[in-house]
């Protein structure tokens, strides 16, 4: 069982940055792989990014290549999602979760596979 919880959302003009952060307890962080979703209102649930559980892997939506910049630190059980050059159509609900994969590092995403979510973050980007 992985308990998960999201900071680091807030209001920011366009162009700006904002660092999410989600903290992890439970066992045996090491053993999931992280990821990052999105839902805005209306639309549904997104893959944003994902990490395999050494940190040596990552991977990205498209859209957020070259802006956004996934992280985890397993000493602090932590997972971080640095977001730069925000747009307004990043604004949504931003959600932590851990896809329980002890012996592989598959880069899932498809959020129907994750075993656990957090609660969220709000992101508002204004233009």
């Known amino acids: 069982q992985v308990q998960l919880v999201e900071s680091g959302g807030g209001l920011v003009q366009a162009g700006g940055s904002l660092r999410l952060s989600c903290a992890a307890s439970?066992?045996?962080?090491?053993?999931?792989?992280m990821g990052w979703f999105r839902q805005a209102p209306g639309k549904e649930r997104e893959f944003v990014a994902a990490?395999?559980?050494?940190?040596?892997?990552?991977s990205y939506r498209d859209s957020v290549k070259g802006r956004f910049t996934i992280s985890r630190d397993n000493a602090r059980n932590a997972v971080y999602l640095q977001m730069n050059s925000l747009k307004p159509e990043d604004a949504a609900i931003y959600y932590c979760a851990a896809d329980y994969q002890p012996r592989t590092s598959g880069l899932r995403e498809r959020g129907t596979v994750y075993d656990f979510w957090g609660q969220g973050t709000q992101v508002t980007v204004s233009s």
């Open positions: 990490i395999s559980r050494s940190g040596g892997s990552t």
């Open positions: 439970g066992r045996a962080f090491s053993d999931y792989v």
